[in-house]
Nanobody, 116 residues
Framework: QVQLVESGGGLVQAGGSLRLSCAASRRIFGINAMNWYRQTPGKQRELVAL???????NYADSVKGRFTISRDNTKNTVYLQMNSLKPEDTGVYHCNILLYSGDEYWGQGTQVTVSS
């Protein structure tokens, strides 16, 4: 069974930066995309950023120009660099790996809190 472990969350002032990491416990084959989702109270889980196997990326409009997703295949890790953070970026950030088979893996989440 694959485990995804996120790290890098925390408390930061508005305008600050954080870098999230998500490491898989082993090499995963058949990956379609690696994604970061954000969960905030009272709202549906939101797809923040994704990166495909060939390196294509896509972002939610709310984070474009501020967040950057990247991956290191040698370390089975995906990152989310978050700059110019805003209070509305506050939430629990979850890593997700989607396979071509339709199966997927989820991390336990890491809390990001942005103070105004």
């Amino acid at each position: 069974q694959v485990q995804l472990v996120e790290s890098g969350g925390g408390l930061v002032q508005a305008g600050g930066s954080l870098r999230l990491s998500c490491a898989a416990s082993r090499r995963i084959f058949g990956i379609n995309a690696m994604n970061w989702y954000r969960q905030t109270p009272g709202k549906q889980r939101e797809l923040v950023a994704l990166i495909t196997t060939v390196g294509s990326t896509n972002y939610a409009d709310s984070v474009k120009g501020r967040f950057t997703i990247s991956r290191d295949n040698t370390k089975n890790t995906v990152y989310l660099q978050m700059n110019s953070l805003k209070p509305e970026d506050t939430g629990v950030y979850h890593c997700n790996i989607l396979l071509y088979s339709g199966d997927e893996y989820w991390g336990q989440g890491t809390q990001v809190t942005v103070s105004s």
